[in-house]
């Protein structure tokens, strides 16, 4: 079965520190990569998203992601969080060519102090 | 612009009783999805729609029901309430899953509690 790991639960950082969330996939075919956030109190959001060309994605915010395909990742990165990024990140698969439902990661949960 | 619509925001339930969530989007979108979102473990898809007639079980169908009348509503119904089923529920919808085109739109959620 098709699975997304999310490799951190929780991360706090301070203002200006450089931010990488893990996520990995399981399914070895063609895949759609998405990260979503979801501030507190709100609903998610589309960060990113991956479907092919260019493996580094930009999105909005200052987020970018890379995917790697030998590895199975697709990684979340910032180079200096601000403490209005503190929310929860979810990482997000779907097969490609297939208009399949979304498969989402359990979550990093994003702490940042002023 | 409403987007997607979830009522009611919060509930609280007795184990036994039974209610349906609301979701009405006015994007015309085919596809729509229920998710229950728990602590540790991220979304988890319910059921969902790629149009009018046409419901799929997800991932965690089990306790409930959902139908799909009109393009613009999916409501989901919690057939005899468990305290399992305390969650936050997502709505979410886009044009049939096509998601390079159209991104999948969130509802606001909608807070269960069952005692």
């Known amino acids: 079965a098709q699975s997304v790991s999310q490799h951190n639960h929780h991360v706090i950082l301070s203002e200006a520190a450089s931010l990488e969330l893990g996520c990995n996939y399981s399914?070895?075919?063609?895949?759609?990569l998405f990260w979503y956030v979801q501030y507190p109190g709100q609903h998610l959001q589309l960060l990113l998203k991956?479907?092919?060309?260019?493996?580094l994605v930009k999105g909005i915010k200052g987020f970018e992601a890379e995917f790697i395909k030998s590895k199975f990742s697709f990684n979340l990165r910032k180079p200096s969080v601000q403490w209005s990024d503190t929310a929860e990140y979810f990482c997000a698969v779907v097969r490609g060519g297939s208009q399949g439902n979304l498969i989402f990661g359990k979550g990093t949960k994003l702490s940042v102090k002023p | 612009n409403a987007g997607v619509t979830q009522t009611p925001k919060f509930q609280v339930l007795k184990t036994g009783q039974s209610m349906t969530l609301q979701c009405a989007q006015d994007m015309n979108h085919e596809y729509m999805s229920w998710y229950r979102q728990d602590p540790g473990m991220g979304l988890r898809l319910i059921h969902y729609?790629?149009?009018?007639?046409?419901?799929d079980q997800g991932e965690v169908p089990n306790g409930y029901n959902v139908s799909r009348s009109t393009t613009e509503d999916f409501p989901l119904r919690l057939l005899s309430a468990a305290p399992s089923q305390t969650s936050v529920y997502f709505c979410?919808?886009?044009?049939?899953?096509?998601?390079?085109?159209?991104?999948?739109?969130f509802g606001n959620g909608t807070r269960l509690t069952v005692t």
């Open positions: 729609s790629v149009g009018a007639g046409i419901t």
């Open positions: 399914y070895g075919g063609t895949v759609n």
């Open positions: 979410a919808s886009s044009y049939v899953p096509d998601y390079y085109n159209s991104p999948l739109h």
């Open positions: 991956y479907f092919s060309g260019d493996p």
